[in-house]
Nanobody, 120 residues
Framework: VQLVESGGGSVEAGGSLRLACVVSGYAYGGNCLGWFRQRPGKEREGVAAIAHDGTTNYTDSVKGRFTISKDNARNTLYLRMNSLKPEDTAMYYC????????????????WGQGTQVTVS
């Protein structure tokens, strides 16, 4: 299984970015796809997740600003981020696990290399 993120960059506060994660090599079905982030000096944290049936969940700090979605035909996971704040600055990772969604990053089996988001 390989995950490759793209779409990070530097934006001013209030701006928007869309992250993408192309997933390949996995047996599709019954999986959870998630976005995590790691801020300097902080533990990795879950940001958003989408289950196999399309159910989505968000951490409180991004509700109403971020939207997770997936395009099954393109095997691509997205994270649309609006109204960005300086505290959103982090390395963002996509991840996949077989089974239901959880906020525990330790439960995810496969990870991308990360894409940096900087909000000033």
């Amino acid at each position: 299984v390989q995950l490759v993120e793209s779409g990070g960059g530097s934006v001013e506060a209030g701006g928007s970015l869309r992250l993408a994660c192309v997933v390949s090599g996995y047996a599709y079905g019954g999986n959870c796809l998630g976005w995590f982030r790691q801020r300097p000096g902080k533990e990795r944290e879950g940001v958003a997740a989408i289950a196999h049936d399309g159910t989505t969940n968000y951490t409180d700090s991004v509700k109403g600003r971020f939207t997770i979605s997936k395009d099954n035909a393109r095997n691509t996971l997205y994270l649309r981020m609006n109204s960005l704040k300086p505290e959103d600055t982090a390395m963002y990772y996509c991840a996949e696990r077989q089974g239901g969604c959880t906020w525990s990053w330790l439960a995810f089996d496969y990870w991308g290399q990360g894409t940096q988001v900087t909000v000033s």
